[in-house]
């Protein structure tokens, strides 16, 4: 990991443009490094802790370079919950490109989209294998390319997905612009290969001259959080498992998101929540209208979510306790 130098009108700007976009009048450990080293044009991986503040690192660039930034982010809840969280003036010029949307609904934002109406533009990894889709960021101009979850990329990441090995392929396409690859989870060997995969060839800048090959700088940050507790509990069967479940949810107030590994579990365990008292809805890849599920929790209607992995562990919820 490197020691990123930021001059003291660098860090004044974008302390301004975080006031004037999001009103934070300061800013978390390794944030100013990232977006001065973003806007300076130069390509980074992060490994920052969940809740660390590595969206606003893309989000503020975004909103402060002249043209679009990509972000592909393998969830849609994170896709949804981050554009929902913008603030309204910002939400405004940003949107997703995703499985969710209807038909029509899709091609009136990949028009907007080529029109350049959105400086913020988040899509699944799968999305760049679509050449209606390039056609449109080409037509609009990338200024950064940001690669959420960027552990994906490497086969010895713990949650690959084959479409990610694409991203570079795509980026060429779009003139290699800017890279940021943001991770909480990638030991040496993981983010050895994610520089390897993220570095670019020589290619023009933004004002028109050769740049040469260029690796991604590594901004390091501790993974570890204290407010964060870890305990595992063992049970002899599934009976006892659930009665253990429904006494910790009745013990333990604020919201929670129980993670299970089918879709079928959640459905079940969602179901027997309910039946003991609990507001409790299953969450996952098969549903008709998950955005709707999404709303319920965020809006206190639901209280316990038993959601696959579909759900991410990003959403930003205040009042989330287990």
């Not at 503040?53 to 972000?71: D, F, M, N, R």
């Not at 994170?78 to 490109?97: C, G, H, N, W």
């Not at 209208?289 to 992995?309: H, I, L, N, W, Y």
């Amino acid at each position: 990991p490197e020691s990123i130098k930021v001059e003291r009108q660098e860090q004044r700007s974008i302390q301004l443009e975080a006031v004037r976009h999001f009103g934070f009048m300061k800013l978390r450990t390794g944030q100013i490094e990232v977006m001065a080293a973003i806007l300076r044009g130069e390509s980074m991986l992060t490994v920052m802790p969940t809740g660390a503040g590595k969206s606003l690192c893309y989000q503020l660039p975004a909103l402060t370079l002249p043209k679009a930034t990509l972000v592909i982010s393998p969830l849609i809840a994170l896709m949804k919950d981050q554009v929902e969280s913008l603030p309204s003036a910002a939400r405004s010029r940003a949107t997703f490109i995703n499985s969710t949307l209807k038909e029509e609904e899709l091609v009136e934002r990949m028009a907007g989209v080529a029109r350049g109406d959105y400086k913020l533009i988040y899509a699944a990894p799968e999305r760049l294998r679509q050449r209606a889709f390039l056609r449109a960021l080409r037509a609009a101009g990338l200024d950064l390319f940001v690669v959420d979850e960027a552990h994906c990329v490497s086969l010895w990441g713990h949650d690959f997905r084959p479409d990610y090995l694409f991203i570079q392929e795509a980026r060429r396409e779009l003139g290699n612009p800017t890279s940021l690859a943001m991770t909480a989870t990638a030991p040496p060997r993981v983010r050895d290969e994610i520089v390897d995969y993220m570095s670019s060839d020589g290619t023009a800048s933004r004002d028109g001259t050769v740049n040469a090959p260029q690796r991604p700088r590594v901004m390091l940050l501790d993974i570890f959080r204290n407010n964060l507790h870890l305990t595992a509990l063992r049970f002899q069967n599934e009976e006892d498992k659930l009665a253990g479940l429904l006494k910790f949810v009745a013990e333990t107030p604020g919201s929670g998101i129980i993670y299970v590994n089918s879709r079928h579990k959640s459905e079940t365990l969602a179901f027997q929540l309910r039946d003991a008292g609990v507001k409790a809805e299953a969450y996952h890849a098969g549903l008709a209208d998950r955005g709707a599920v999404q709303d319920r929790f965020m809006s206190d209607k639901t209280r316990v979510v038993v959601a696959t992995v579909a759900f991410g562990m990003g959403i930003d919820k205040a009042d989330i306790r287990f």
